[in-house]
T-cell receptor
């Protein structure tokens, strides 16, 4: 496996369900991110973990709960979601403080549909 | 201050033509300006990036032009091909204790055969 892997690729869940999105990076990076991508809107930064510590939470509703057990894995736990939470959820990683920082590497995303 | 404004929202170019996408920013603390390319069903992938100490960067058919005084930068795709049809995002980054990327709204490019 190389790059950033996200599972599942597609998820349909009811508003009362609890589910988790998983992200794994094989790049040796030390920072990981969750972004939300909705149609016709900029990518929205949700959470940032740098060196396994959460360093930013962009006022995301508490029904989204991140977890970063180590520098290679990132989870997004979901519960009691709303239909407007339907979107593509993207995970990304980067190497902080690298000379000539080269941006993020994104996974392919999880397409979430809340019914 | 944190926004990056991107235009146009969509673009249709004939094969062999030049595609031009523009972005503007306000925050002079931004110090890294990448462009990402996204195909349907995939995450964005880094295409090309520039830092504000240069005015132009070229990689193959892709060129970034950067105007620091106007706080604008643009992506030019020369000899556009149908395989270039994708959504393109500009972004800008600053170090706020970690590198934070702020994205534009995206441009959907269609290159007609």
């Amino acid at each position: 496996e190389t790059g950033v892997t996200q599972t599942p690729r597609h998820l349909v869940m009811g508003m009362t369900n609890k589910k988790s999105l998983k992200c794994e990076q094989h790049l040796g990076h030390n920072a990981m991110y969750w972004y939300k991508q909705s149609a016709k809107k900029p990518l929205e930064l949700m959470f940032v973990y740098s060196l396994e510590e959460r360093v930013e939470n962009n006022s995301v509703p508490s029904r989204f709960s991140p977890e970063c057990p180590n520098s290679s894995h990132l989870f997004l736990h979901l519960h009691t979601l709303q239909p407007e939470d339907s979107a593509l959820y993207l995970c990304a990683s980067s190497q902080e403080d690298a000379p000539g920082w080269g941006g993020y590497t994104f996974g392919s995303g999880t397409r979430l549909t809340v019914v | 201050q944190q926004q990056v404004k991107q235009s146009p929202q969509s673009l249709i170019v004939q094969k062999g033509g030049i595609s031009i996408i523009n972005c503007a920013y306000e925050n002079t603390a931004f110090d890294y300006f990448p462009w990402y390319q996204q195909f349907p069903g995939k995450g964005p992938a880094l295409l090309i990036a520039i830092r504000p100490d240069v005015s132009e960067k070229k990689e193959g058919r892709f060129t970034i032009s950067f105007n620091k005084s106007a706080k604008q930068f643009s992506l030019h795709i020369m000899d556009s091909q149908p395989g270039d049809s994708a959504t393109y995002f500009c972004a800008a980054s600053m170090n706020t204790g970690f590198q934070k990327l702020v994205f534009g709204t995206g441009t959907r490019l269609l290159v007609s055969p």
